[in-house]
């Protein structure tokens, strides 16, 4: 077997004593505290969120029945976004990976957009998380405490556990992941008592025969199902959030792969599974838009701890989707500066190997973002938020696209082949590519959706603006050319001319 090392010079900071900490073979000075439990749990999380508990009242209420179709089908994209993520990953696993991958086949103006786009999908979805946590406490205190401060407390508490250690955030991650995934199967459980048994007050109505009885599979046409592809995939975002946890995996070739396989089952059953078993006990016509289908068909059954068990659940999703955000911005941001693409501060690490001026940069933002909620709480604070669809797309779009670059270079022999291939890829790579074209077209024509297409030709102007300021000081820095990855290896190996 060929043994291949990839070598990355990163502009003027290969000095920094951070970088050159002991971290693994990742080299980036971060600490591998991240085990197969916590990853697997990272994975099954980022795959289970507000979009699932809340979201998919308004989907059910578009698209009926058929919005199960539109899941499996969407979730089938995401097998194939996560398969090439993965083939990425196991060619060289690092942390900030998205970037780092669209700067290498895409060039360094990718490279820059995919890290600063990332950062913000995850500083607004962590500022719409934390806001949503302290609105669901109220269900508790009833005002009693300020909204605006359960947002303070929650964005300190999970600021603070990301900085004492990257196993802290994990087993933080691990829990919040485990109470998502019990309260789905405990649904499903309630579900199939209800359907063979038939207690509950929804026993005697409940059948199967729900899912195409009220007004067929389509009830509403095609066109309603094909509306709520965005829903669908906005439920899905931050399932790539295992691709940034690379670098600080205690064993990446293992883990990462195994943690990827698993995305089908994952959504078979917390998504096709759950929905199936929900409408039939619980026909669609009752679900409506902004009330969480779980806590609807909780009342439908007549358990009046439902909304209560739900409200809980939401809120650990919310505070499981911050926490993330947390995590990830912090090393998004120092990849940017490693490569000269951001401030050099952001470069510097703690003894504990954590990020830390990048990550309370980062919650800087988010608790701005809880004042602008505080003052603002109307339609400009949603335009901000309705940005996070799309940003979070655009990390799949570079995945796919860098997938397919680096196959054919794989493939021509200029690069060494990953262990973990794609099956089916490119073509695979490319209908994905296409599903998600598809999907910002049909953002376009929903006029409640379409917002956040105006919201990233801003974002990309500012984007370009800043890259050619910053390239016009430094015309000859690396991190404004193309980047030349050397690959040192045995005598048959190739390397990369680029």
């Not at 998919?56 to 976004?81: N, Q, R």
């Not at 809980?312 to 941001?333: D, E, K, Q």
């Not at 603006?465 to 190996?493: C, H, I, M, W």
Request: hydrophobic share 50%; glycine share 12%; proline share 4%.
């Amino acid at each position: 077997m060929t043994s291949v090392q990839v070598e990355e010079q990163h502009d003027g900071h290969d000095g920094d004593g951070a970088v050159q900490a002991a971290g693994g073979p990742s080299g980036e000075g971060y600490q591998r505290g991240l085990g197969a439990r916590q990853i697997q749990m990272i994975a099954i999380g980022g795959a289970i969120g507000t979009g699932l508990f809340l979201g998919a009242g308004k989907a059910i209420h578009k698209a009926g029945p058929s919005l199960i179709l539109a899941y499996a089908i969407a979730g089938l994209v995401i097998f194939f976004i996560m398969r090439a993520l993965g083939e990425l990953l196991m060619y060289r696993a690092v942390s900030g990976s998205f970037s780092e991958y669209a700067r290498e086949f895409m060039g360094p103006f990718f490279g820059f957009v995919t890290g600063w786009t990332y950062w913000l999908f995850w500083v607004v979805t962590g500022i719409t998380e934390v806001t949503a946590a302290a609105q669901y406490m109220q269900y508790w205190t009833h005002d009693s405490f300020p909204q605006w401060a359960y947002a303070l407390v929650f964005t300190v508490i999970l600021y603070g556990a990301n900085l004492i250690s990257v196993k802290l955030f994990g087993e933080l991650e691990f829990w919040f992941s485990m109470v998502k995934v019990t309260a789905i199967i405990g649904m499903i459980l309630i579900c199939v008592g209800i359907l063979t048994i038939g207690f509950s007050d929804a026993g005697d109505t409940a059948t199967v025969a729900h899912l195409w009885n009220q007004g067929g599979f389509f009830p509403n046409g095609i066109g309603s199902t094909l509306m709520t592809l965005q829903i669908v995939m906005f439920a899905f975002l931050a399932v790539e959030l295992v691709g940034v946890t690379a670098g600080e995996s205690k064993d990446p070739k293992t883990v990462l792969p195994k943690a990827i396989n698993t995305v089908p089952w994952r959504i078979a059953v917390f998504y096709v599974g759950a929905l199936i078993m929900i409408l039939s006990v619980v026909p669609w016509t009752h679900f409506q838009p902004g009330v969480s289908p779980f806590v609807a068909a909780f009342e439908k059954m007549g358990l009046g701890v439902g909304a209560a068990i739900v409200n809980f659940v939401v809120l650990t999703a919310a505070l499981s989707s911050c926490n993330s955000g947390m995590y990830s911005t912090g090393r998004m941001l120092r990849d940017l500066a490693l490569n000269g693409q951001g401030p050099k501060l952001f470069t510097k690490l703690t003894k504990n190997g954590l990020p830390l001026l990048g990550t309370t940069f980062s919650a800087a933002f988010m608790l701005v973002g809880v004042w602008i909620n505080y003052q603002w709480p109307g339609e400009a604070f949603n335009y901000v938020v309705s940005f996070a669809t799309i940003s979070g797309m655009w990390a799949w779009i570079m995945i796919l696209a860098c997938q397919i670059r680096y196959r054919r270079k794989a493939d021509r022999g200029e690069l060494p082949q990953s262990t973990f291939r794609a099956p089916g890829a490119p073509y695979t790579s490319w209908f994905a590519l296409l599903f998600i074209g598809m999907v910002i077209v049909m953002m376009g024509v929903d006029k409640d959706a379409r917002i956040s297409l105006y919201a990233a030709p801003v974002w990309a102007a500012i984007l370009g603006v800043t890259y050619l300021v910053l390239k016009s000081r430094n015309p000859q820095a690396a991190a404004f050319n193309k980047r030349k990855v050397g690959v040192v290896a045995s005598e048959d190996a190739p390397v990369d001319k680029d």
